[in-house]
């Protein structure tokens, strides 16, 4: 699985950051065509995306387009316009329940051209979050969740804070139900892009929970995303050590090793090997742009 730490959103209608963001860094490109476009410019915010795409030249293994939620007047002319280029994903907002999801997929599957095209959502509501059980099993297409913390909050009446405190339940019943279906699961934006430091640690905060990455809003967001997201030295020390120890000891007929004192079982030896492959992939992807 490609290593999907970072995830920026981009204004389809702002074309001077469209260019800006081919050559970025990110591990995924979302063309926006949702909240940042006001309603009497979505069908010129399309004609754009389609160009853009056309073009091609994006540099993130990932390129997908944020469409407009299934209820929007917009939302079909988005996904016919898009599925017969081919779009690598779209994006949906708001997703609530599993036929919002059946909604893209059967627009989806009447373009031949769409056949790989990948649906990631965006859970937003506290009804979606109720009803993610049935939102994941509801398609093979489904690839990704990305948590709208901010409509989160309004929804659940809360209160924003540093700690998350409101948005736990809701965070980690999104990060359980992407394991639970094989799906990535991405941490919601940080608004206050001009504060380095707390964006920082609300990466962290996330990484802890369980999160694979972090949506972003600002190309100044991307590095340290892809630093807190990836296996840190100390890490990818640790978890040959483990893969080594785990190796060993299984070879002598044992069923654990110890490394610093700590037991080492074929689980952990798995979560290792799993933490060195995404390490191998973001070093190769390193070298390969020569950064």
């Not at 599993?98 to 506290?126: N, R």
């Not at 099993?137 to 909050?153: C, E, T, W």
């Not at 990455?213 to 296996?231: C, E, F, M, V």
């Not at 190796?247 to 610093?260: E, M, N, P, R, Y």
Request: charged share 25%.
């Amino acid at each position: 699985m490609t290593p999907m730490r970072s995830l920026l959103f981009v204004p389809a209608l702002n074309e001077r950051a469209v260019e800006k963001s081919k050559n970025l860094q990110c591990d995924a490109v979302i063309l926006d065509l949702e909240d940042s476009i006001p309603p009497d410019r979505k069908e010129q915010a399309r004609k754009v995306v389609v160009d853009i795409l056309q073009a091609g030249g994006f540099d993130a293994p990932l390129t997908m387009v944020r469409v407009n939620d299934v209820l929007s007047p917009y939302f079909k002319a988005d996904i016919t316009s898009l599925s017969s280029l081919g779009v690598q994903a779209v994006l949906v907002p708001k997703v609530n329940c599993a036929s919002d999801v059946l909604a893209v997929e059967q627009l989806l599957d009447a373009e031949p051209a769409a056949k790989d095209t990948k649906i990631w959502i965006m859970i937003e509501t506290a009804m979606g979050v109720m009803n993610l059980r049935e939102i994941c099993a509801a398609s093979s297409r489904l690839s990704g969740i990305v948590v709208g913390p901010n409509d989160l909050v309004k929804d659940l009446r809360a209160t924003e804070t540093a700690g998350l405190e409101a948005l736990l339940t809701s965070y980690g019943l999104c990060i359980i139900a992407a394991r639970a279906y094989g799906l990535i699961c991405i941490d919601g934006i940080y608004k206050q892009f001009t504060d380095a430091q707390g964006f920082v640690e609300n990466c962290a905060k996330g990484k802890v929970l369980g999160f694979d990455g972090k949506s972003l809003i600002h190309p100044s967001q991307i590095a340290p995303a892809n630093t807190q997201y990836a296996p840190s030295v100390d890490a990818i020390d640790l978890a040959k050590r483990q893969v080594q120890a785990y190796d060993l000891a299984k070879s002598q007929g044992k069923g654990v090793a110890v490394v610093d004192g700590e037991l080492v079982e074929g689980l952990h030896a798995d979560s290792a090997r799993k933490l060195l492959e995404m390490a191998q992939m973001i070093a190769k992807r390193a070298k390969r742009e020569g950064t």
